[in-house]
């Protein structure tokens, strides 16, 4: 897997602080997903915090059976994060970002980042949810080396883990009100970049309830990248579908074929990953190949193949 193989986009901040906002009040009310007032206060959680109704076990997937809106089989799937533009020829299938629109007629996936904040909304997390921000052995955020805008999400603790499902559902529920079909749950990997605070457990717990929020809203969800989850993706965070980043480049596109079939959509970032893909009769049926920074077709950097 390649961390630096994904792309930078600003996103507008206020969309997402709406996003968060809405968070905010479905974490307010009497259910609060077993998260006492001490720590939606700021506070320090208590030592039973874990054991709360609501926090202590994770929501699995509704049935073992795919969700319907998974991406149709063979159709190729264009990667607009960066901005929606007319899908090119041979395009049955877009995934743009959760501050964009679908495509009409095309199926269409939304990009969440699920896992660690957006480049820009540092201090929206740190103001309005200091305590789901992890951090380090002197108390200051943990960062993705890879890209520092982004703060890791603390997903050490049930308690944590149902509030960011709260918070970070708002946004995958927004999906479902634009038209989308599925969700796309980025940076499920960020265990590996916590310096060993937190674990594939947490990160496979709190899959599970995202998947669980989209399923009820009527989304397929998508694992991305992480091929070292094996079947846990689909069978344990009931994932429908996975978006592989530069498999081909790295010999991984088996990983995620073996479990998902062909609904595995690959994005290739260069020449050799995207000849070696094309040459492979075993790729997934959606691979395609695009600039790193997901440019649109009125950059002169834009670059969209597929094979």
């Not at 109704?53 to 795919?66: H, I, L, N, Q, V």
């Not at 603790?157 to 999906?175: K, S």
């Amino acid at each position: 897997m390649s961390v630096l193989a994904r792309a930078v986009r600003a996103v507008p901040a206020g969309v997402l602080a709406l996003a968060l906002v809405a968070g905010c009040a479905a974490d307010g009310g009497a259910d609060d997903g077993g998260r006492g007032a001490d720590v939606a206060a700021g506070g320090s959680r208590s030592a039973d915090a874990d054991a709360d109704a609501g926090a202590g076990e994770p929501t699995r997937a509704a049935s073992d059976e795919p969700h319907p809106g998974g991406p149709p089989a063979g159709v190729v799937v264009d990667y607009q994060l960066a901005g929606g533009y007319p899908a090119p020829d041979a395009v049955g299938g877009v995934i743009r970002d959760v501050t964009d629109e679908p495509e009409p007629g095309l199926w269409s996936a939304c990009y969440v980042n699920g896992f660690q904040t957006q480049p820009g909304d540092r201090g929206t997390w740190l103001t309005d949810h200091p305590d789901l921000v992890l951090r380090d052995d002197t108390g200051e955020p943990v960062v993705d080396e890879g890209w520092p805008d982004e703060l890791l999400l603390d997903t050490s603790t049930a308690a944590d883990r149902a509030a960011l499902a709260e918070v970070i559902g708002a946004q995958v529920r927004a999906c479902a009100e634009r038209g989308f079909a599925a969700v796309e749950l980025d940076n499920l990997d960020s265990w590996t970049r916590s310096g060993g605070r937190l674990d594939e457990d947490g990160a496979v717990d709190l899959a599970a309830r995202l998947v669980a929020v989209a399923h009820d809203a009527g989304l397929a969800a998508g694992q991305k990248n992480t091929p070292q989850l094996g079947t846990r993706g689909r069978d344990e965070a009931g994932f429908d579908f996975a978006v592989a980043e530069e498999c081909a480049q790295y010999d991984e596109c088996a990983a995620y074929t073996e479990v998902y079939g062909d609904a595995v959509l690959d994005i290739e970032y260069t020449d050799d990953g995207f000849a070696a893909a094309c040459a492979d009769p075993d790729r997934p049926p959606s691979t395609i190949r695009r600039d790193r920074d997901l440019s649109t077709p009125d950059d002169p950097a834009y670059a969209f193949a597929t094979c």
